[in-house]
Structure formats: C-alpha cells, structure tokens
C-alpha cells in the first residue's frame, strides 16, 4: 500500500497569509494525487486533481504542485471561508489512500 | 447538478451487518467511465477507502476488509450499495459514498455528506 504522509497536521494561520500543506507519497505516484477540503458537516470538496487541476468553480488562490512523491498545496491569500481541514488522496494505485489532514485554524 | 446521499442503520450490534445505500443524481452509472466509491472515517481519524464500483460492474475493494465487503448497484434506481458483514467497534465511523469519473483518474470527484454509523452492544 502507498502511504501519504500529509503535514502539518494544524495550521494556524491569518486571513490574506500564504500557506502550504504538504503531501508526501511512499513511491511514485504519478502525479496522481487529489486535494480536498472539508468542513464541519458538509462534504468534502475536490480542489485539485492530478496534482495541478484546478476544479471548476474553485478559487485561483488555491494551487497544486509536484511530482514523484512530493505534492503541496498552496492557498495564496487565505480567507475567511478557506479556514477548514484539508486532505489529500493518491489514486495512482489501489488500495487508494489519503493523507491524515491538516486542520486550518484562525489565528 | 451531481449529488450523492448516503443512508443507512445509525446503530448496530457487533456481528450483524452493516447494509448502506448511497442514492446520487445527476448522472448515470451505465455512463461509461462512471464509478461509486464508499470511503469511511472514525470520529477524529483518517479517511480509509473501501470500495469501488464501476459502470460495467467490475469492483475492487480495500485488501484490508475484503472479505468482510460487497458492493454493488441498481442503475435503475441511480443507487449504489455497499454491505460490512460481522462488523464490530472498529468499524463505528462516518462513512461517504462519492462519485468517480475515470476521464480524470480514479479519485473522487463530488461525495456525500456522509452518514454516522455507530456499533455498540
């Protein structure tokens, strides 16, 4: 099975910062890799896919990088409603498996 | 518009099984390259896949629970079933059913919002 180490875990960070959360594979994938969020009571909702696509609908501040085994996720200039948990999911092989998350908090 | 809801027991009893349905619209799983996943997470952990289910009926299922899992659909009705037989404490959890579309991989595209399922005697 791929692991996905996902970090960091919390995130404590201010409306109009930039942050980065990383996702790290245990072998290739391929750039097969997906970015999540997910609040509180409502669906998770893809991001990103495949590494760099951003989903339509979704905001330009929210970006996907890498290759290989190391995938980030940048948000540009956080707001209000980006303060949330986000997860990442490699579908380059089965069992598909997801990183831990990072919960997104105000500081 | 493509939803998906997932419905199920709320509780149940160590060794019985688990029997959840996810209900979507907005799209078709005759479609070719269309698949139904159920994916899980225990109450403060990670999400762990379970299943897939895919247009054509192939299936493939989390090596780690397989013999414990069968998936399936009605295209008829735009459902997607997935059955946990003997289940027990561990498997208490929030489980999602969520849509793939195989033009962009295997990852899930739109999901539930997911439905608590809890075990307990």
């Known amino acids: 099975d791929i692991q996905m180490t996902q970090s960091p875990s919390f995130l404590s960070a201010s409306v109009g910062d930039r942050v980065t959360i990383n996702c790290k594979a245990s072998?290739?994938?391929?750039?097969?890799l997906n970015w999540y969020q997910q609040k509180l009571g409502e669906a998770p909702k893809r991001l990103i896919y495949n590494t760099n696509n951003l989903q339509t609908g979704i905001p330009s501040r929210f970006s996907g990088s890498g290759s290989g085994t190391d995938y980030t996720l940048t948000i540009s200039s956080l707001q209000p409603e980006d303060f949330a948990t986000y997860f990442c999911?490699?579908?380059?092989?089965?069992?598909?498996?997801f990183g831990s998350g990072t919960k997104l908090e105000i500081k | 518009q493509v939803t998906l809801k997932e419905s199920g027991p709320g509780i149940l009893q160590p060794s019985q099984t688990l029997s959840l349905t996810c209900t979507f619209s907005g799209f078709s799983l005759s479609t070719y390259g269309m698949g139904v996943g159920w994916i899980r997470q225990p109450s403060g952990k990670g999400l762990e896949w379970l299943a897939n289910?895919?247009?054509?009926?192939?299936?493939y299922y989390n090596p780690s629970l397989k013999n414990r899992l069968t998936i399936s659909k009605d295209t008829s009705n735009n459902q997607a079933f997935l059955k946990i037989t003997n289940v027990d404490t561990a498997d208490t959890a929030t489980y999602y059913c969520?849509?793939?579309?195989?033009?962009?991989?295997?990852?899930?595209?739109?999901w539930g919002q997911g439905v608590m399922v809890t075990v307990s005697s």
């Open positions: 999911l490699q579908h380059n092989s089965f069992p598909l498996t």
């Open positions: 289910i895919w247009w054509d009926d192939d299936k």
């Open positions: 969520a849509r793939i579309k195989v033009y962009y991989g295997l990852g899930f595209d739109y």
């Open positions: 072998q290739n994938i391929n750039k097969y």
